[in-house]
């Protein structure tokens, strides 16, 4: 049956049932006003405004937006001290050698927070003091980032501050790293210096890529319309009319060149971006106007007819090489294919207003290796959500045996195996075996101050030993004072368990001054004030929590907790009636005058109490 129904051409009629549904939906699609009309991927309004939402936005992109860009997984201190072990590696391989130089550069591009920067410097430090070596004393980090304002967070939330006279914060573009290192590093000096490593932790996923589709001679690429998402009244959210907005987008784009949007449009155009959806199509394009363009038709020719070509990371890649010692190692931590296969899924991602692209692995890999100039090296298995890979000129072996001992699957699996089994324990309410694994996670991740915070409030909440616990989050903050609004919540917490009502309330502030939008905070910063009696902002503070949560997840208990506060509000009320009552009842025997009777206010106080009886058995 079905067979034959594949077979089945269209008849006249179905063809023309199918033709007009197509063209139902083709109406239903094209319905969205368009503010900027097809042009390739990189150059749309799109990428150029998720990118400069990062560069303006800095830090809070990941600490403060309701759906923060993620970042513990580079920054939680595990990443940083394998790169550390590696560049210690490489460096104790160079002094042997006799080829290390006095003073030793590193470079990271893309810092975010600088929490990795700040551990590896940690890691590092103590590698040297372990095996004294005097690496660490002429070591000098340059922390780059193209956004002054993620600079400009790193060095207010003091995250450097453990390492003075060891860092230095620079504005670099990693699409053209040289143009802004060549005072630190000399160039074009008598004694230019070269950096020893280099780290790209989800940041050359930023540059510009393309999307190209080859079949035979033909070759699209990618191209993105944007316009107003759909159901989206414009004028209920900004006083700039469409017009104006395809205006501002004109502007944008004339300044392509720069891929810089001018400031004004782009400070509008970024109010209300949040208001955009993209379309997209594949359009003919001339490879060989795109950086590397012919290389990348022949890959796709040779593997796969549609490719993800980061020509942006290629571009970076080249030119960090270029101020590479011989011997030294650029290590990227990315996400993306790892497989030659098609690009499935080509929408670029979204995190908060941010654009990005995973990388093409495979094409990486195939470039840098083709001239057999360079060493392209890959873990022996693949772990699950980051890749990382080196590549240099002439690593040394134990740069390499150490980049693969430290960042394959196994010694990942290593590091989370007790963690994971310590959560398993803990769900069925196994305490003590939960406590012995997290003992153990915490040996293998002792900086990992998001599992701090995760057994601080295991031992807040589940073996109530409140001191422990806040003992806990107090290692977690001195580890990271600054960039986790979750630490300041879970030492709220714990001091409010203790019913140190005032610091706790103190602490919750903490924490909502670092992100206004932990749901968390709010949630406990209610029973605070609950507790002093102050129910209205109580209440305030849960309706805020609500319109943060999620109502699958967090409505219930928000509801409850809600309902706490309404029985003592409840309670508050029918003391103030009695106390009113109280007051009237003796002006009334004073006065031997017939007003409120005693019945009337009893009657008002058993209706409260009633109400209070039902808001208590919802609030339990
Ligand atoms: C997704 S974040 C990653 C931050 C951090 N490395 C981490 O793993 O959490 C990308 C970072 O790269 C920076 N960035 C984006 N484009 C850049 C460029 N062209 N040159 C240098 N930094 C760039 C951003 O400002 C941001 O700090």
Redesign the pocket.
């Known amino acids: 049956m079905s067979t034959t129904l594949a077979r089945m051409k269209p008849t006249s009629s179905t063809k023309h049932i199918n033709t007009s549904a197509e063209a139902v939906l083709a109406k239903a699609q094209s319905g969205r006003a368009v503010i900027q009309d097809f042009v390739p991927l990189a150059d749309s309004l799109e990428w150029n405004l998720g990118?400069q939402y990062?560069?303006e936005r800095g830090n809070k992109a990941?600490l403060s937006d309701a759906r923060p860009?993620p970042?513990v997984i580079?920054?939680d201190g595990t990443l940083s001290r394998n790169a550390a072990q590696v560049f210690f590696a490489s460096c104790l391989a160079a002094d042997k050698a006799g080829t290390l130089e006095a003073d030793i550069y590193v470079l990271e591009?893309?810092?975010?927070?600088g929490l990795?920067a700040r551990y590896f410097l940690d890691a590092f430090r103590d590698l040297c003091v372990e095996h004294d070596k005097d690496y660490y004393g002429r070591l000098c980090y340059i922390a780059?980032?193209?956004?002054k304002q993620?600079l400009l967070d790193a060095a207010r939330h003091g995250v450097f501050a453990n390492h003075p006279g060891h860092y230095l914060l620079r504005e670099?573009?990693?699409?053209d790293p040289a143009k802004y290192l060549r005072a630190d590093l000399g160039l074009g000096g008598e004694q230019p210096r070269s950096v020893r490593a280099v780290f790209l932790?989800?940041?050359i996923?930023?540059?510009p890529p393309a999307v190209l589709e080859v079949d035979g001679d033909t070759v699209k690429q990618l191209c993105v319309r944007t316009c107003i998402a759909r159901n989206i009244k414009l004028e209920k959210h900004t006083d700039l009319t469409l017009a104006m907005l395809v205006e501002r987008a004109k502007s944008a784009a004339q300044a392509d060149g720069t891929r810089s949007v001018p400031a004004t449009a782009r400070q509008e155009l970024l109010e209300v971006y949040g208001l955009f959806a993209s379309e997209y199509d594949y359009r003919e394009v001339d490879p060989t106007k795109l950086p590397h363009g012919e290389f990348a038709v022949e890959y796709a020719r040779k593997s796969v007819k549609r490719v993800l070509h980061n020509y942006g990371a290629i571009q970076s890649l080249e030119r960090l090489l270029g101020l590479l010692h011989a011997e030294g190692f650029i290590l990227i931590n990315d996400y993306g294919q790892t497989k030659k296969s098609d690009v499935q899924d080509f929408e670029h991602q979204r995190?908060s207003l941010?654009t990005?692209m995973g990388l093409n692995f495979p094409l990486l890999r195939a470039f840098f290796e083709k001239s057999g100039t360079y060493r392209w090296v890959e873990p022996l298995e693949e772990t699950e959500s980051i890749h990382a890979r080196l590549l240099g000129r002439q690593p040394a072996m134990e740069t390499i045996v150490g980049f693969v001992e430290c960042f394959g699957k196994a010694e990942r699996d290593r590091i989370e195996e007790p963690l994971k089994k310590a959560r398993e324990c803990q769900k069925v309410g196994r305490f003590e075996l939960a406590a012995d694994l997290y003992r153990k996670a915490v040996q293998l991740q002792p900086s990992n101050w998001m599992l701090l915070c995760e057994v601080a409030h295991f031992l807040i909440y589940a073996l109530r030993d409140i001191k422990a616990g806040l003992d806990m989050v107090k290692v977690g903050l001195r580890i990271n004072p600054t960039c986790s609004s979750e630490l300041w919540t879970a030492l709220a917490n714990g001091l409010h368990e203790f019913g140190r009502y005032e610091e706790a309330e103190q602490a919750y502030l903490r924490a909502l001054q670092l992100n206004a939008k932990d749901r968390r905070a709010k949630e406990g910063l209610a029973g605070v004030l609950a507790q002093k009696g102050d129910y209205g902002g109580a209440l305030k503070m849960i309706a805020e929590a609500f319109v943060l949560a999620n109502p699958g997840e967090n409505f219930d208990e928000l509801l409850r907790k809600q309902n706490q506060i309404l029985v003592k509000l409840a309670r508050q009320m029918q003391m103030d009636y009695l106390l009113l009552a109280n007051l009237i009842s003796r002006h009334v025997s004073d006065a031997t005058q017939p007003t409120m009777s005693g019945a009337a206010a009893r009657q008002r106080e058993e209706s409260s109490g009633s109400s209070i009886t039902a808001l208590e058995s919802r609030a339990t």
């Open positions: 990118q990062l560069r990941f860009v970042f580079n920054n591009l893309g810092i975010g927070v990795f780059g980032d193209h956004s993620m670099v573009d990693a699409l932790n989800y940041v996923d930023c540059l995190f941010t990005a």
